[in-house]
């Protein structure tokens, strides 16, 4: 019986969430064709069907968090917010982001502590980009917020972009590093609102 589109879509959708669950439980190289297949219960047909080889159903998984990410901040820059909502907003749902998202928090520590060196380089590019295109729009909002005399006097918007884009991946990786102290969200949040509140007027 041929399958419907959206059948399709979510047996691609099973096999990327499971896929990730096996690469973060066993590590990206470890893990075989045969653990995908047999763990999912496919056919190598089922699995091809959709996928390359593991290779690609890594990018895939990686591609649709990263254009998810970029999708959800994306919204809070192109609102119509003051510039201190908009950030304390953006700020929030980055962290509320991820302590409630598993399979985003998943594929953070997936690339950060499962993956080989030989299958970095272009997970780092994508990483660059997003953290380069979040620096320039955090240090725009800031222009505008510098420029309607809503910052601190001392506040520099590009320093300050810097400063929280390293705090964002910082609270990321001290999850898994130092979890006893950032297990729980609003201690991150917490640490935002004091950045906000020392940042804007």
Known sequence: MKRTKEEALLTKEN????????????????????????????????FYGHFLNKEDLLKQILEREFRFISE??????????TEKQ??????????????????????????W???????????????????????????STLNRA??????KPKVHPYNAALQI???INGIYRLYFV?????RHKETAINMMDAYIESTFL
């Open 146 to 151: 510098q420029k309607n005399k809503q910052l």
């Open 72 to 81: 959800m901040v994306t919204l809070e820059f192109v609102s119509h917010k």
């Open 86 to 111: 908009l950030f304390r907003d953006l700020l929030h749902k980055v962290i509320n982001n991820f302590y409630d998202n598993k399979r985003f928090r998943n594929v953070i520590e997936l690339t």
């Open 165 to 167: 884009t390293a705090m």
């Open 113 to 139: 502590f499962k993956l080989g060196i030989d299958v970095c380089t272009k997970i780092m590019e994508d990483k660059t980009t997003f953290n380069e295109y979040f620096i320039e729009e955090v240090q």
């Open 15 to 46: 096999i990327m969430n499971k896929g990730l669950s096996l690469f973060v439980k066993h590590g990206f190289n470890p893990t075989t064709m045969d653990d995908i297949l047999g763990t999912l219960k496919l056919t190598k047909g089922a």
């Open 178 to 182: 130092t979890h006893e102290q950032f």
